[in-house]
């Protein structure tokens, strides 16, 4: 019985141990989270309540992705910190997007008209922050420089502007 008591205390030890460790590094990428209206109220942050204009059509969803604002992370595959989706409103949305510590952020926005969860080129609509522009030049993917903005401990407001085909 006592071993079986030091076992089941060892690995009880272990996990506790494992979940008080440090998180990975990759572990600071890729959350899903909901869009809480209380991390952007006042004395709450770092934050930036991003407000979204121009959307098209109240169908589909809506999808908003922070980003470091480096050319390491900027708009690469799996590299967002925080994702949060939505239903579509037509006309403008909000959101409030927390973010990890005070520094350097970008936004990337995606309406993802039909809701099938992939790229349509010819109906979607995108946006970023500062509202760059976007060409065939730069196949839709400007400078982190021209996206990135700074965030201090407080809350940050943004408007970025929806653009459709």
Same mark, same amino acid.
């Given at each position: 019985?006592? /071993?079986? %008591?030091?076992?089941?205390?060892?690995?009880?030890?272990?996990?506790?141990?494992?979940?008080? !460790? #440090? &998180?990975? *590094?990759?572990?600071?990428?890729?959350?899903?989270?909901?869009?809480?209206?209380?991390?952007?109220?006042?004395?709450?942050?770092?934050?930036?309540?991003?407000?979204?204009?121009?959307?098209?059509?109240?169908?589909?969803?809506?999808?908003?992705?922070?980003? /470091?604002? %480096?050319?390491?992370?900027?708009?690469?595959?799996?590299?967002?910190?925080?994702?949060?989706? !939505? #239903? &579509?409103? *037509?006309?403008?949305?909000?959101?409030?997007?927390?973010?990890?510590?005070?520094?350097?952020?970008?936004?990337?926005?995606?309406?993802?008209?039909?809701?099938?969860?992939?790229?349509?080129?010819?109906?979607?609509?995108?946006?970023?922050?500062?509202?760059?522009?976007?060409?065939?030049?730069?196949?839709?993917?400007?400078?982190?420089?021209?996206?990135?903005?700074?965030?201090?401990?407080?809350?940050?407001?943004?408007?970025?502007?929806?653009?459709?085909?």
């Amino acid at each position: 019985m006592k /071993r079986t %008591t030091f076992a089941t205390a060892g690995i009880a030890a272990l996990a506790f141990a494992t979940l008080a !460790a #440090p &998180a990975p *590094a990759e572990a600071q990428y890729r959350q899903k989270i909901t869009n809480d209206a209380a991390k952007c109220a006042g004395g709450a942050g770092p934050a930036v309540r991003v407000t979204i204009t121009d959307i098209k059509e109240s169908k589909g969803t809506i999808r908003v992705q922070s980003y /470091r604002g %480096t050319k390491e992370d900027w708009l690469e595959k799996g590299k967002w910190i925080y994702r949060m989706e !939505a #239903p &579509a409103k *037509a006309g403008s949305m909000s959101f409030c997007m927390p973010l990890p510590r005070p520094g350097t952020y970008a936004i990337a926005v995606r309406h993802d008209i039909n809701g099938n969860g992939s790229t349509d080129i010819f109906a979607d609509g995108g946006a970023m922050s500062n509202n760059p522009s976007i060409n065939l030049f730069n196949l839709g993917k400007p400078s982190y420089k021209k996206t990135a903005f700074e965030v201090g401990s407080g809350v940050e407001s943004i408007s970025i502007r929806m653009r459709y085909r």
